[in-house]
């Protein structure tokens, strides 16, 4: 069964630091772009970041030189660093990855996580 699992959510002051993983399991035999999105209460889920295969990343502009996101492939894990928090960054963060998982179809398809708490207080 093919999964990712978020871990490092929590609750932080202004200010403050979390680092997020999401970790894929189960047979995979590809990933391409993974990236990390957020659902504060009573809003649409909106992107945080984004980052292919190739290392290439992508931000929301509001978050833009605070958070970054890293992968280690060997490990098929991906990584929000989040630093210098605000209270308008607490939501749910999810987790997706483009995961190809039939050896003999060249297919990617979107997997979600569980999404993981993040509170920010002021």
């Known amino acids: 069964q093919v999964q990712l699992v978020e871990s490092g959510g929590g609750l932080v002051q202004a200010g403050g630091s979390l680092r997020l993983s999401c970790a894929a399991s189960?047979?995979?035999?590809?990933?391409?772009?993974m990236g990390w999105y957020r659902q504060a209460p009573g809003k649409q889920r909106e992107l945080v970041a984004t980052?292919?295969?190739?290392?290439?990343?992508n931000y929301a502009d509001t978050v833009k030189g605070r958070f970054t996101t890293s992968r280690d492939n060997a490990k098929s894990t991906v990584y929000l660093q989040m630093s210098s928090l605000k209270p308008e960054d607490t939501g749910v963060y999810y987790c997706?990855?483009?995961?190809?998982?039939?050896?003999?179809?060249?297919?990617?398809?979107?997997?979600w996580g569980q999404g993981t708490q993040v509170t920010v207080s002021s």
């Open positions: 980052i292919t295969d190739g290392s290439t990343t």
């Open positions: 997706d990855a483009n995961l190809r998982v039939r050896l003999l179809s060249p297919r990617y398809d979107a997997y």
């Open positions: 189960g047979i995979i035999f590809g990933i391409n772009t």
